[in-house]
């Protein structure tokens, strides 16, 4: 393993504040960041004053997670990151130049927050890549994965989420799984994704694949499209028990209050089954 502190480009980004759920994403990043042949990125934020005074060492923390990173993948190349700044918006500027950024769903110190606390949300709402937020019984630390057919879950509202679906599809490639289209059409009442009417009334069905570029691209992925007609969130929701991993498409929206995510992505962030892959429209993804 080679350690520097030259920030890389395109790379996997990983946040980290040496708690059992940070170490759960570590782990995850390094072997996202392996798959890809590309450098992995530890990140430790935390910001001076008040109550957020720095208690954690971050030499002792970064140590740590470099000899974790070294003792799984010894060739990996990794750089370490450690800046008087807070966490989410250190993770958010780093985000630009990666392919990948990933988190665990709770943390301390550095990462102090509630469960699925202020720094998930705040980079899920601002992250430029794609953001891998690691949760979900099979990634708790000391828990064994039950054996079970890996699935990629894709949830999409029109085949217009081509960020997201290409994401899928190379996950699925990725993971030698099964690719199932989860496409989930609201009853009478609410809007796909909690978005302003306008863009709702555009997820008019699910994707086609057959005879598509995605089809053409991947032919060797085996492909299920599943119409619901639900909830959306607890519809995606229920088909994560199923999932090795489920991708999103996050189409964010400004409000007075800011980058505001919709409650499709609120409810998988703090209810899946599965990691939770979250792709901006428009994500750089190579």
Known sequence: MN???????DHVVV?????????AALDRAATEARRRAVPLEIVHG????????????SSAILG??????????????????????DAASVLVRRSGDARLT????????????????????????HCHS??????????????????RERTVVLGVR?????????????EAVRQQARLLTVHARPGPVGSVSGDPPAAADQAAGPPDWAGSE??????????????????????????????TAIVIAVHRRTTGLGMQLGPVTHALLHHSHAPVVMVPSGARLV
């Open 3 to 9: 350690a520097s502190t030259t920030a890389p480009r």
């Open 64 to 85: 740590a997670a470099l000899r974790r990173v070294a003792d799984q993948h010894p060739a990996l190349p990794v750089v370490t990151t450690s800046v008087p700044e």
């Open 46 to 57: 935390w910001s001076w004053g008040g109550a957020y005074e720095p208690t954690d060492d």
């Open 15 to 23: 946040g980290t504040d040496g708690s059992p759920p940070a170490m």
């Open 102 to 125: 990933v988190l665990g769903t709770r943390g301390r110190g550095g990462f102090t927050g509630l469960l699925l606390g202020s720094v998930t949300l705040r980079v899920a709402a």
């Open 130 to 147: 794609p953001l891998l937020v690691v949760r979900g019984t099979s990634d708790q630390p000391g828990r064994p994965e039950q054996p």
């Open 214 to 243: 995605w089809r053409v691209t991947y032919p060797h992925v085996d492909v299920e499209t599943r119409t619901v007609r639900g909830d959306p969130a607890r519809t995606l929701v229920e088909a994560t028990q199923e999932a």
């Open 158 to 170: 029109t085949a217009a989420d081509s960020a997201a679906t290409a994401f899928a599809f190379e």
